[in-house]
T-cell receptor, first 113, second 111 residues
Framework: GESVGLHLPTLSVQEGDNSIINCAYS??????FIWYKQESGKGPQFIID?????DKRQGQRVTVLLNKTVKHLSLQIAATQPGDSAVYFC????????????FGKGTLLTVNP | DVKVTQSSRYLVKRTGEKVFLECVQD?????MFWYRQDPGLGLRLIYF???????EKGDIPEGYSVSREKKERFSLILESASTNQTSMYLC??????????FGPGTRLTVL
């Protein structure tokens, strides 16, 4: 079946460095992707999204890159801060009447001061 | 900002009890969802609703039921709680079928 996965389950960075979190997807029909951030004990928080007709989208300190050729999605966080420490996971949506997002398992980002 | 609230942050129940988890959203969203989140398994969809009084089974509906009597409220019901239903339960709402906004979660422990 189709799946959304992550290359690295954990990532540790120094405060001020840039972070890159990766996600591989297998459903080539997926046309919409979302990155969520989940802090300990809280619900997932929407960060940024991207449609399949784009290959890059920028937000505040975050950039999402989409490479449809290799079915790869990444989240880049600039100047990582301790408050960025959380689990990040991607989700894909393939439209139609599915009404479902398929979520990845998540990567734990730890920012060291 | 979208606000999704859940009735309890932490809940402890006994095996066999009937459990109600409530979710309310204030953005007039059509779609609402219930997930459970377990370590190593990620988010799994239990039920969703795309309109009042409408419901659809997700990937793991067994042991659960839902109710949507009003647009802003979506309830998850555990008819007879079991220990394997100990989990973090997350509610989400969505104006369309893609972007979903989550509540803070309810951590349910069934003893």
């Amino acid at each position: 079946g189709e799946s959304v996965g992550l290359h690295l389950p954990t990532l540790s960075v120094q405060e001020g460095d840039n972070s890159i979190i990766n996600c591989a997807y297998s459903n080539s029909a997926s046309d919409y992707f979302i990155w969520y951030k989940q802090e300990s004990g809280k619900g997932p928080q929407f960060i940024i999204d991207i449609r399949s007709n784009m290959d890059k989208r920028q937000g505040q300190r975050v950039t999402v890159l989409l490479n449809k050729t290799v079915k790869h999605l990444s989240l880049q966080i600039a100047a990582t801060q301790p408050g960025d420490s959380a689990v990040y996971f991607c989700a894909e949506f393939s439209g139609g009447s599915n009404y479902k997002l398929t979520f990845g398992k998540g990567t734990l980002l730890t920012v060291n001061p | 900002d979208v606000k999704v609230t859940q009735s309890s942050r932490y809940l402890v129940k006994r095996t066999g009890e009937k459990v109600f988890l409530e979710c309310v959203q204030d953005m007039d969203h059509e779609n609402m969802f219930w997930y459970r989140q377990d370590p190593g398994l990620g988010l799994r969809l239990i039920y969703f609703s795309y309109d009042v009084k409408m419901k659809e089974k997700g990937d793991i509906p067994e042991g659960y039921s839902v109710s949507r009597e009003k647009k802003e409220r979506f309830s998850l019901i555990l008819e007879s709680a079991s220990t394997n239903q100990t989990s973090m339960y997350l509610c989400a709402s969505s104006p369309a079928v893609d972007t979903q906004y989550f509540g803070p979660g309810t951590r349910l422990t069934v003893l």
